[in-house]
């Protein structure tokens, strides 16, 4: 039963997500065909009336661009933050606590799809960025080399010694526990603003969530204040090594510890404080 619960919350997640997914690099493509198109009217004619008027024409397009896939995963969060609102806590809800599944698996259903859309998501937005940046600020190749030679060359982990693939796995699951970090908040903010507000249950949520955030980015602040502290009578390269490498790490143990605290508080609070009437 839960995996067809979980086949459920996947396909109706990808009704609102897969198509923003697959949108997003088109807009990125597009845009940086604007982008190069305006380099090369530059270049070629850079003070004719007609190069102005493209100039102004397409910037505006790229704007456009940019923000839409700056967009894309606020929005991608939006969609999974209403499919688990819709799915629990509105009539729908009735039907979903109804299964013969205990409170633990709906949660994990939701969770696991969430996660893995809020992935691809940020994968899309990964990608479309890297377009922008590599393909569309050339004229003369297919993709500018000296940026991504300066992204290799100028990384944290390059400037201080650290083998890119350590700290390049380093960061990639740094991300993953953030991306899981902020599924599971989205989680207990829905659950906690659903059971503090019977009206406005959205706008109680979003408050929660704007709430969890804040204390967390507090504490992570605090986590790394310590950590500059006790490397701070160093600055040597191994000291900045350290720090370089330390500060991923801190941020993927705190991200993995929250989210294990509000799992946990999100079950408590869907088996015996929720109330769907």
């Known amino acids: ?59 505006v397009f790229i704007a456009v661009s940019v923000i839409a896939v700056a967009a894309s995963p606020v929005i991608a969060v939006i969609c999974i933050m209403m499919h688990f609102y819709r799915s629990l806590y509105t009539d729908e809800g009735y039907l979903t606590f109804t299964l013969p599944l205990k ?20 994968l899309s937005f990964l990608v479309s960025g890297l ?4 393909f569309g600020t050339t004229t003369d190749t297919l993709v500018n ?25 380093a960061l990639c699951f740094n991300a993953i526990s953030s991306e899981l970090f902020l599924i599971v908040t989205l989680s207990l903010s829905v659950t906690i603003g659903s059971i503090v ?29 310590i950590l500059v502290l006790t490397a701070s009578n160093g600055s040597d390269g191994a000291t900045l090594a350290y720090m370089t490498m330390a500060t991923p790490m801190v941020s993927i143990i705190f991200n ?9 508080a999100c079950c408590y609070l869907m088996k015996n404080r929720l109330n769907l009437d």
């Open 1 to 59: 039963m839960l995996g067809k619960l979980l086949k459920y919350d996947m396909r109706s997640m990808r009704r609102y997500v897969l198509p923003l997914v697959l949108a997003t690099p088109v807009v990125a493509i597009l845009g940086s065909l604007a982008l190069r198109f305006t380099l090369a009217v530059l270049i070629s004619e850079p003070n004719s009336p007609l190069s102005n008027v493209i100039t102004m024409t397409a910037s």
């Open 145 to 169: 080399k000296e940026i991504i030679d300066t992204l290799f060359s100028n990384s944290p982990g390059a400037v201080f010694g650290i083998p890119t693939p350590i700290y390049g796995t």
């Open 197 to 225: 507000s019977r009206k406005h249950k959205i706008l109680s949520s979003v408050a929660v969530y704007y709430i969890l955030n804040t204390v967390s980015s507090l504490l992570s602040g605090i986590v790394s204040f």
């Open 131 to 134: 377009i922008f940046i590599i």
């Open 256 to 264: 993995l510890g929250f989210s294990a605290a509000a799992y946990t």
């Open 103 to 122: 409170t633990h698996q709906i949660l994990d259903s939701k969770i696991i799809s969430g996660f893995f859309w809020g992935i691809i998501s940020s």
